[in-house]
């Protein structure tokens, strides 16, 4: 199959629209990353997506919705706390997990009870959902495992031969997924953080819990509440390694670990905030966002990882950021991409 990416121009959407009408995938832009949208009322339809990305089927997709009133029908009824955060949140970087009606086919819920809905904020994102006719079904454009992608060219990377269309809408402005509040509880339970941060839904819920799984390795034989976080993910070919741990431990740490990879014949490269980059002595480092701007460093991180990687660095050697605000979101990310190796530096 050939993959034609074109600028999203109203003409473009247009077509997008038709090709998801007739049960196609095709790629687009949103406000988090680049999302693999198919009809997600069409079981077929949305089967392709799974083929697309390589993705197993127990691995529920996002429905995303071009207006709040769209969201209601995929559920069994909408609770004051699920309306109170469609207000505050949408559109924009928020997943609601709530219990689905039957319009959800069981390939889209991964086999679950549940549905996990958005509303995006992207202007292409909600003309092509509008035009498409029906809430569109869509995880992140990536072949499964990969780093999400946050331009046209990472989809064009992953998905080139597989589906027949990527609308670029240049990058994305979050550049991590969405933040999965699962709310089929009675306390909310974020799954998965995101943009909308736990300091945010705390200022309109109140109590807000956060999955065991966000920071931590899955216990073997525990219950998994989002299916997502099974599997290594978000991942570069390079091995990747999290330095956390006392702060002025951290730069002997990430330089002892450089140094021995590059005795071991490899090439390694040091992630760190740009205010940190100069301290390493000369070795190879890429200044990774600031330690003022947490949501520099969500926006470039899986961008960084896919080009550290076409680079041919490995391993890549990341100083952890603090995980408050998006911060919750860049160590989730990161630590998955490292499969939860970390180096705890503590001060001699
Ligand atoms: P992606 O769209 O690739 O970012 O992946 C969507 C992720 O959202 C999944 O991997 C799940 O972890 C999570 N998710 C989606 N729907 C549900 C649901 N019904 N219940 C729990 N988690 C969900
Ligand atoms: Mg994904």
């Not at 038709?18 to 949103?30: E, H, I, K």
């Not at 069994?76 to 924009?92: C, E, I, S, T, V």
């Not at 926006?299 to 990341?318: K, M, Q, T």
């Amino acid at each position: 199959m050939r993959t034609a990416c074109v600028q999203a121009t109203p003409d473009a959407v247009a077509r997008a629209a038709l090709l998801l009408r007739r049960g196609q995938v095709v790629a687009f832009p949103t406000e988090t990353v680049y999302g693999l949208g198919a009809q997600a009322t069409n079981p077929v339809a949305v089967r392709g997506i799974f083929v697309a990305k390589g993705r197993p089927a127990d691995n529920p997709l996002i429905v995303h919705v071009a207006d709040a009133g769209a969201a209601e029908p995929l559920t069994r009824g909408l609770d004051d706390r699920a309306r109170a955060l469609m207000a505050a949140f949408w559109p924009g970087p928020l997943t609601l997990v709530l219990p689905k009606s039957g319009i959800v086919p069981p390939e889209v819920s991964g086999g679950l009870d549940t549905v996990g809905i958005r509303l995006p904020a992207h202007p292409v994102a909600r003309a092509l959902i509008a035009a498409a006719g029906a809430p569109v079904a869509a995880p992140s454009a990536n072949r499964s495992g990969r780093p999400s992608p946050t331009t046209a060219s990472h989809v064009a990377q992953d998905m080139a031969g597989r589906i027949p269309l990527i609308l670029d809408g240049g990058p994305c402005m979050v550049g991590l997924e969405s933040t999965v509040l699962d709310i089929t509880g009675d306390v909310p339970v974020i799954l998965r953080p995101g943009g909308v941060t736990r300091e945010m839904l705390q200022s309109v819920l109140g109590r807000v819990a956060v999955d065991a799984a966000v920071l931590a390795p899955l216990e073997p034989g525990s219950a998994i509440r989002s299916p997502g976080m099974k599997y290594r993910h978000y991942a570069p070919r390079a091995a990747v390694r999290v330095v956390t741990g006392q702060p002025p431990a951290r730069a002997p740490r990430l330089c002892a670990l450089y140094d021995a990879a590059l005795a071991r014949g490899l090439r390694p490269v040091i992630l760190a905030p740009q205010e940190h980059a100069a301290g390493f002595g000369g070795r190879a480092c890429r200044p990774w966002g600031s330690a003022d701007a947490p949501q520099q460093a969500a926006s470039e991180l899986f961008a960084l990882l896919r080009a550290l990687d076409e680079e041919g660095y490995d391993p890549i050697l990341a100083e952890a950021v603090a995980d408050a605000g998006i911060g919750l979101a860049v160590m989730n990310r990161l630590l998955r991409a490292a499969g939860f190796a970390v180096e705890q530096a503590e001060q001699l």
